[in-house]
């Protein structure tokens, strides 16, 4: 059982990313999956969740209408496209899932979590 992220790296303030997360031992067609992120000295915070059936996502107010999360369950993979990014948006990012139909409020919803990519948004 394992997630495995990418699309992270170095950006510069206005520029675009995507992140993937792929699940490897179990299925993600069961679960919903958020994104969330952690800065330097801060708390892991949500980012972004989107339920089994990919509708109704949500987003933290500091990504509306920048960010998009997207799931292709017969890749087994969940993207966020990340646009306009901005100097604040430099964290870890994580992928974590729970099985269940919605989304979880909050880190201690979620059962399993990748290792996490790093963006950091700098010119």
């Known amino acids: 059982l394992q997630f495995v992220e990418s699309g992270g790296g170095l950006v510069q303030p206005g520029g675009s990313l995507t992140l993937s997360c792929a699940a490897s031992?179990?299925?993600?067609?069961?679960?919903?999956v958020g994104w969330f992120h952690q800065a330097p000295g801060k708390e892991r915070e949500g980012v972004s969740c989107?339920?089994?059936?990919?509708?109704?996502?949500n987003y933290a107010d500091s990504v509306k209408g920048r960010f998009t999360i997207s799931r292709d369950n017969a890749k087994n993979t969940v993207y966020l496209q990340m646009n306009s990014l901005k100097p604040e948006d430099t964290a870890i990012y994580y992928c974590?899932?729970?099985?269940?139909?919605?989304?979880?409020?909050?880190?201690?919803?979620?059962?399993?979590w990748g290792q996490g990519t790093q963006v950091t948004v700098s010119s």
């Open positions: 031992g179990f299925t993600l067609n069961y679960s919903a």
């Open positions: 974590a899932a729970v099985p269940r139909f919605s989304c979880s409020a909050g880190v201690n919803g979620y059962l399993y």
């Open positions: 989107i339920r089994r059936d990919g509708r109704s996502p």
